[in-house]
């Protein structure tokens, strides 16, 4: 299809023709579809919607939803749910669970796995009566994620499991890398520290762009007692330098990581205490526990009973709160 779109973006009549907004939703998707930075577009369609009939309309309420669930703003959801009331009036395959499946992303994003569950089977019947198999397997791959999040890492690594005996499906070692990625991130929470690290290598093999697999792999060999190997993929994760907003975060988790391993107290305190304000704006990241339980673990060998039971306070209330 980008080939197509290119083709018609090329010839610059198109531009200046009576479908001109149409060429600009065309130049929107083009973009998008080409990893470029197609949301520099929105502001335009949004003030001109009137314009645009309800299929396209729904498409660029789709498309904001996407550029906000890239940037982490909440409001992806509402307009998700623009894109999906538009959907509900037209007649095509396949339109309204794509959108549930971007709704899906987004309560998932935002650690409401509880949301996402009951548009597993509507999006699941949606993408089988429109023929999509390969959205059919993304869908899969969420539905693990989503029991993942609920606790139910039995069902979760099943999935797991099938979708890479299944890779033969797919044609790119994307797929399988982010399966890899997720099923190893299941097992450290399921504290299989020796699995995770297997399948978070693998998945390091394959070139994933997961940043979490570095989180997976340094804290499970910290666990396991190895902690030369932990720094050396701290090490390794540093010197991609990295500059988007999670790579960030990720950094910053394994910098207290890093400050604890070497026995740096006064460097890892402070580390520590200036991330967990920071967590939560990013729940999915799902580190906080594995925070609160090094700063635990370091006052219980400090014997600093004050410090300690105020760190078990603040971790009973993050329980109380999930």
């Not at 550029?67 to 623009?82: D, M, V």
Request: with cysteine; charged share 25%.
């Amino acid at each position: 299809m980008l080939n197509e779109l290119e083709s018609y973006l090329a010839d610059p009549s198109n531009l200046h023709s009576y479908a001109f907004f149409e060429t600009k939703l065309i130049e929107m998707i083009y973009e998008y579809f080409s990893d470029l930075p197609f949301q520099e577009q929105l502001p335009f369609m949004l003030e001109h919607m009137n314009l645009y009939d309800h299929t396209e309309q729904s498409l660029i309420y789709d498309l904001l939803g996407l550029s906000q669930l890239r940037t982490y703003i909440k409001k992806a959801e509402a307009s998700f749910q623009s894109a999906k009331a538009l959907s509900l009036l037209l007649n095509i395959p396949g339109w309204t669970g794509l959108i549930d499946h971007h709704l899906i992303l987004t309560y998932l994003r935002f650690m409401k796995p509880e949301k996402a569950f009951p548009l597993l089977e509507e999006c699941k019947r949606e993408f089988h009566n429109a023929g999509a198999h390969r959205r059919f397997l993304n869908l899969k791959f969420n539905q693990a994620h989503c029991f993942m999040k609920l606790g139910l890492f039995n069902e979760a690594d099943q999935i797991y499991l099938n979708l890479i005996q299944t890779y033969d499906q797919v044609d790119t070692e994307r797929f399988v890398a982010m399966v890899y990625s997720n099923y190893s991130w299941s097992k450290l929470l399921q504290k299989k520290y020796a699995e995770a690290i297997n399948l978070a290598q693998t998945a390091v093999q394959l070139k994933t762009n997961f940043e979490d697999v570095y989180i997976t792999l340094s804290y499970s060999f910290y666990k396991l007692g190895e902690s030369e190997k932990a720094l050396s993929v701290i090490d390794d994760f540093r010197a991609q330098e990295r500059t988007d907003p999670r790579s960030k975060m990720v950094m910053k988790f394994l910098e207290v990581l890093e400050s604890y391993l070497l026995k740096d107290k006064v460097y890892f305190e402070c580390l520590a205490n200036q991330l967990l304000p920071l967590l939560p704006e990013w729940k999915d990241l799902e580190v906080d526990l594995l925070v609160y339980q090094m700063l635990i673990d370091y006052y219980k060998a400090e014997q600093n009973e004050h410090e300690l039971c105020g760190v078990q306070e603040k971790m009973i209330k993050f329980l109380l709160k999930e």
